[in-house]
Nanobody, 115 residues
């Protein structure tokens, strides 16, 4: 059974930092491209960051220079380090393995950026 477990969300002030984690099981993790998506209230889910099985990364323009995606294959875990957070980063963040069409999803973790 495939399972992705997101964690690390919370409430943070503007300019602060949070680190999200996603622990995967039931897949050959090292072979999967992994992604972080987010969905804000009333908006569509959007792709935030991706990392290939080889470690290449890609980011949405809105988070470039502030967010960093990484992976530790030995731990079957993907991370999202979020710095210089803004109120517009407020959303539920979802881990995804394998892409939005046919991949697997975590349950989501709430990130709220507010003073």
């Amino acid at each position: 059974q495939v399972q992705l477990v997101d964690s690390g969300g919370g409430l943070v002030q503007p300019g602060g930092s949070l680190s999200l984690s996603c622990a995967a099981s039931g897949i050959i993790f090292r072979t999967y491209a992994m992604h972080w998506y987010r969905q804000a209230p009333g908006k569509q889910r959007e792709l935030v960051a991706s990392i290939t099985s080889g470690g290449n990364t890609n980011y949405a323009d809105s988070v470039k220079g502030r967010f960093t995606i990484s992976r530790v294959n030995a731990n079957n875990t993907v991370y999202l380090q979020m710095n210089s957070l803004k109120p517009e980063d407020t959303a539920v963040y979802y881990c995804n393995g394998g892409g939005s069409a046919y991949g697997y999803w975590g349950q989501g973790t709430q990130v709220t950026v507010s003073s």
